[in-house]
């Protein structure tokens, strides 16, 4: 079609994350993505303005829905007339979103847009039994007294029972947590070294938080102006004193404090073209330089679960002639402390380097000084589809602070063996 | 919004009227208010005065241009919408007498919620002291007469400098329309060296301006925001962080932005005026309308709760305008607005920090509108002194307190946001540019500090 033109993320807003059945836990998905659109709105000045498009998504979504993302932008102060949609890739909608607006506003079939997630493990939908489902779909089929009495006959007592969808993955049964148990143990990452990770998480928040960094990115949320599941106070001693919920046995490492809580929370980007945002008074934060998608094969054991970056980055990085220690800032969504740790070792690997990624060399270690510098999901929590979108805004408005042509790697892993991967660049 | 509290509602009833007035208790009528398209009175609007009022002479033509039925006099049973009395020619004591003879007949004559408005000079630029006492007596008529006044009427002195007739067209303008609703019992100063003309308030005076208003999260300053909006600005809405809910929704609800800061912070006014600049172009319009109360009786004070309501009421606004008011930052012709209270100007049992901070706020205003170079680039400084104002904050005084504090006006009800809102508009339009130096209470003629 036309030559592609930049992207520009302009900023951002999120409703600070909460915990499971914590302050949101009667929030709806379309409650907190409406609220975080607002947010985004009153600090832009889009009131009443038509934009290209909003497009965001939930991992965890009812049936009724269906137009999430729609639904939120009607129930917001934007213009009505600006469409939306929903899309979903676990734990890397946001920032599948954002690359897929980011690619519009490109090819200029869009001027300007929002992108984000949002999630709630609280107000999760129910589901029942399948054999249970089944039974119910037949009586509401039932046309005379007699068929619908008969179809009722057959519900047995032990057909009741619900199911709350949980953080499985539906082709080997084992939680995520499982899954990265087995990653860490392959990669010998240390509990040690994961609890610390863990506290720098916690410490950078809430010195990010200290600072007023968060001031223009978020806008409280029924009473919640920080993220509930940050510890400000943690230490090594009280990390070290938790118990481990995955792994097993003398190996296991992993803790509720070096894994991410279930949450509740919505983050949203604005993003738009150079025309666009001068037109409506803004500076421009950062721009979008690329994105990648990667799989892996976790159903066989070939390959973890979370690893999927691990293959992503490499390819972007080959495309873009860049290495990996080319950036000032990395952003490594935290699943679990291992799932960076894992990620990282992979790439100091000579082995897996050469085998798994084909290169003559290993893609090296990076500065620790430089990644996840604000904090990330181990003390902010990680609402599935609402971690890119917290992502994105934050290194965005990072990037813009430290100057302009300072870049940044975003990598975010996500259920299903996949991960998505971008690079930004400060305006 | 605009509803009536109960004991207003319940005397606007049969019985309650006649239960009231059995009782001698006070009967408030539910004001005039400004709604947009309303003219700026219903009915006649009688005027006169001494000698060949200067005054009138200037004002009359955009009286009438702004749709105002002015009329010299009035048949016996006519119904007065108001009465505008020019005594800018007194010279001497004696001259008042054209005030009584033309405002006594007059006042039995006086529709609901009608406006005396009483045209002077300041006394300070009297030739004599003849001269100086008619011109002071002014302000003791007129403050008796707004006592005088029953069913919503109000009376108001607007004090001109020669010259400056015309210019003080918007201030009679606004003293004569609903906007001034509860603003009673009042001076406003008008000119000082040379001063454009002003006009009658128009249906969007404040088009194309940008403002900031502070603490707009809710109560009086989202009303403010709500009314400069409707007024035509571009609204800028700041308040801390933790208000930021209500905050995106006032914002979003009035078409303008939210910024999230404290104004105590040291970089609050940088961040106002570059968030105004960048976004919407520059700054004409601030509103320092972000306050707290921590009472308690000085005697059981410390220095951490003084200290807090000096920063948030006071001190913030001192630094914050030491960058919006610096050479470049807020345009030519801009404005300030400050909100004092009347604790500010009588003082009140258990608040003397925040009657140290909101008297402090009418010595900026005293400071900043004798500035020469706020003056030669046109800014002026006001500040609104509200009396018992309906917010959430006041809904909180216990009943009975609460009860008292409402009634103890001349028009004995509380007022609301949007009175204090409109005067705020009142000083931001374009042609209050020889309104200066004014602290206008908002108060219905409160006792308080009378
Ligand atoms: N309500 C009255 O009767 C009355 C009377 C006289 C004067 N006033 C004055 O009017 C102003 C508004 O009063 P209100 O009744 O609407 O009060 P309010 O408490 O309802 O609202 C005040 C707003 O200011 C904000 N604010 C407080 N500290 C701030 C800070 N450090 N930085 C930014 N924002 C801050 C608050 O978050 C709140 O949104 C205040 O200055 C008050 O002193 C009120």
């Keep these: 079609m036309t030559t592609t033109r930049r992207a520009a993320v302009l900023g951002g807003n999120r409703i600070p994350f909460a915990r499971q059945f914590g302050p949101y836990a009667e929030a709806s ?94 107000d999760a939908p129910v589901v029942v039994a399948e054999r249970l489902r089944r039974k119910l779909l037949r009586l509401s089929r039932a046309r005379s007294t007699a068929d619908r009495a008969k179809a009722l006959a057959q519900i047995r007592p032990t057909d009741i029972g619900i199911q709350v969808p949980g953080a499985s993955e539906p082709r080997t049964g084992m939680t995520m947590g499982q899954h990265m148990a087995i990653t860490a143990e392959r990669w010998g990452i240390t509990r040690e070294a994961q609890d610390e990770l863990a506290l720098a998480s916690h410490h950078r928040l809430a010195t990010a938080y200290e600072a007023g960094f968060f001031d223009d990115l978020m806008t409280p949320y029924l009473g919640l102006t920080q993220d509930q599941n940050l510890r400000p106070g943690t230490t090594l001693d009280k990390l070290a004193s938790l118990r481990t919920v995955f792994g097993e046995g003398e190996g296991a490492t992993m803790t509720a404090g070096n894994s991410t809580p279930l949450s509740d929370g919505a983050a949203t980007v604005l993003l738009g073209s150079e025309e666009w945002a001068q037109a409506h008074g803004l500076k421009p934060l950062a721009f979008f330089v690329d994105g990648e998608t990667a799989a892996v094969d976790h159903v066989s054991g070939d390959e973890g679960l979370l690893m999927a970056p691990a293959y992503a980055v490499p390819r972007m990085l080959a495309r873009q002639g860049l290495t990996l220690q080319d950036f000032d800032l990395y952003e490594i969504h935290e699943a679990f402390a291992s799932t960076v740790l894992s990620t990282l070792a992979a790439w100091e690997s000579e082995s897996f380097c050469r085998d798994r990624l084909g290169l003559d060399a290993p893609l090296g270690s990076i500065d620790r000084d430089r990644l996840n510098v604000t904090g990330s999901s181990l003390a902010a929590g990680h609402p599935f589809a609402a971690t890119g979108g917290r992502i994105v805004a934050t290194l965005a408005k990072l990037l813009a602070e430290r100057g302009s042509g300072s870049r940044g790697l975003v990598s975010v892993c996500a259920a299903g063996g996949q991960g998505v991967v971008a690079i930004l660049e400060a305006a | 919004m605009a509803r009536a509290d109960g004991y207003t509602a319940f005397v606007g009833t049969p019985v309650g009227r006649r239960l009231a007035s059995t009782l001698g208790l006070p009967r408030p009528v539910p004001l005039r208010r400004y709604e947009p398209g309303q003219p700026v009175t219903e009915g006649p609007v009688l005027v006169g005065g001494h000698g060949d009022t200067p005054a009138l002479a200037a004002l009359r033509g955009g009286l009438v241009a702004a749709g105002v039925d002015v009329v ?66 002014l302000e003791g008529v007129t403050r008796s007469v707004a006592k005088e006044l029953r069913a919503g009427a109000t009376a108001n002195l ?143 004070t410390d220095a951490q709760r003084w200290a807090s309501v000096l920063d948030v009421n006071l001190r913030s606004i001192v630094r914050m305008n030491e960058t919006l008011l610096a050479p470049g930052a807020l345009r030519a012709g801009g404005r300030v607005v400050l909100v004092s209270s009347i604790a500010g100007i009588a003082g009140n049992r258990g608040q003397s920090s925040y009657a140290a901070s909101k008297a402090g706020v009418i010595g900026l205003v005293d400071g900043y509108a004798a500035d020469a170079g706020l003056r030669r680039r046109r800014i002026t400084v006001n500040a609104v002194a509200p009396g018992f104002v309906e917010t959430e904050m006041t809904a909180r005084i216990p009943l009975a307190t609460r009860e008292v504090g409402r009634r103890l006006n001349s028009l004995s009800q509380g007022g609301l946001p949007v009175d204090v809102a409109e005067t705020v508009a009142f000083f931001a339009g374009d042609g209050q540019a020889a309104v200066t130096g004014n602290v206008v209470r908002v108060c219905g003629q409160s006792l308080l500090g009378a």
């Design chain 2, 158 to 300: 607007v004090l001109v400098t020669e010259g400056a007739e015309a210019a003080a067209l918007g201030t009679v303008g606004f003293l004569l329309s609903a906007r001034s609703a509860y603003v009673d019992g009042q001076v406003v100063r008008v000119g000082g060296g040379s001063v454009p003309d002003a006009a009658v308030q128009a249906e969007r005076p404040l088009a194309g301006t940008v403002a900031a208003v502070t603490g707009a999260a809710r109560g009086i300053g989202a009303e403010i925001a709500r009314t400069l909006a409707r007024d035509g600005a571009r609204v800028v809405c700041v308040d801390v962080p933790g208000a930021g809910a209500p905050l995106a929704a006032v914002a979003n609800e009035v078409g303008g932005t939210a910024l999230q800061t404290d104004v105590t912070d040291e970089r609050a006014g940088a961040r106002i005026l570059e968030h105004a600049t960048q976004r919407h172009g520059g700054l004409d319009l601030v509103v320092h309308n972000a306050g707290i109360t921590r009472d308690k009786l000085l005697a059981n």
């Design chain 1, 29 to 122: 998905n379309q409650d907190m993505l409406t609220s975080a659109l607002e947010g985004l709105v009153a600090r832009y000045g889009l009131a009443g303005e038509r934009l290209g498009e909003v497009v965001a998504g939930a991992v965890i979504k009812h049936s009724r829905d269906f137009n999430l993302t729609r639904e939120a932008v009607l129930g917001s102060s934007l213009s009505p007339d600006t469409p939306a949609y929903d899309v979903q890739q676990a734990c890397g909608t946001g920032l599948e979103a954002s690359i897929l607006l980011a690619n519009k506003i490109a090819l200029g079939q869009a001027d300007s847009g929002i992108a984000g997630g949002v999630d709630s493990a609280s």
């Design chain 2, 72 to 137: 010299d006099e009035a048949g016996e049973d006519a119904r007065l919408a108001g009465v505008v009395v020019d005594l800018t020619a007194a010279e001497d004591p004696a001259d008042l007498e054209s005030l009584r003879a033309l405002l006594s007949p007059a006042l039995r004559r006086l529709d609901r919620c009608a406006r005396v408005v009483v045209v002077g000079r300041h006394p300070e630029s009297a030739s004599g002291v003849a001269q100086r006492a008619a011109r002071r007596a």
